[in-house]
Nanobody, 117 residues
Framework: QVQLVESGGGLVQPGGSLRLSCAASGSIFSSSVMGWFRQAPGKQRELVAS???????NYADSVKGRFTITRDNVGPTVYLQMSSLKPEDTAVYYC???????????WGQGTQVTVSS
């Protein structure tokens, strides 16, 4: 059984930075994609960034140039470095792990990020 444990959310002023972490526990031997999604009140969950076990990265246009996703394949663990944060980045951030074989998808419990002065 795979579990995802997230950490690093909190309250930050506009222009500030935060780093989110998501560690997967359990045995994962297949290729996988790890990513961060976010959901603001009254809005749908949206992709923020993703990274494959081979290192292919994808960002939402709204975070390009401000957020950086990295990954340690031992674990695996995925990180999201968020800089130049804006109030519109306020949301619950969720980590997702999608395993190629056997095909499985796992979600973290979510961590709140609030950008406010």
């Amino acid at each position: 059984q795979v579990q995802l444990v997230e950490s690093g959310g909190g309250l930050v002023q506009p222009g500030g930075s935060l780093r989110l972490s998501c560690a997967a526990s359990g045995s994962i031997f297949s290729s996988s994609v790890m990513g961060w999604f976010r959901q603001a009140p009254g809005k749908q969950r949206e992709l923020v960034a993703s990274i494959t076990s081979g290192g292919t990265i994808n960002y939402a246009d709204s975070v390009k140039g401000r957020f950086t996703i990295t990954r340690d394949n031992v674990g695996p663990t995925v990180y999201l470095q968020m800089s130049s944060l804006k109030p519109e980045d306020t949301a619950v951030y969720y980590c997702k792990l999608a395993i190629a074989w056997p095909p499985r998808t796992y979600w973290g419990q979510g961590t709140q990020v609030t950008v406010s002065s």
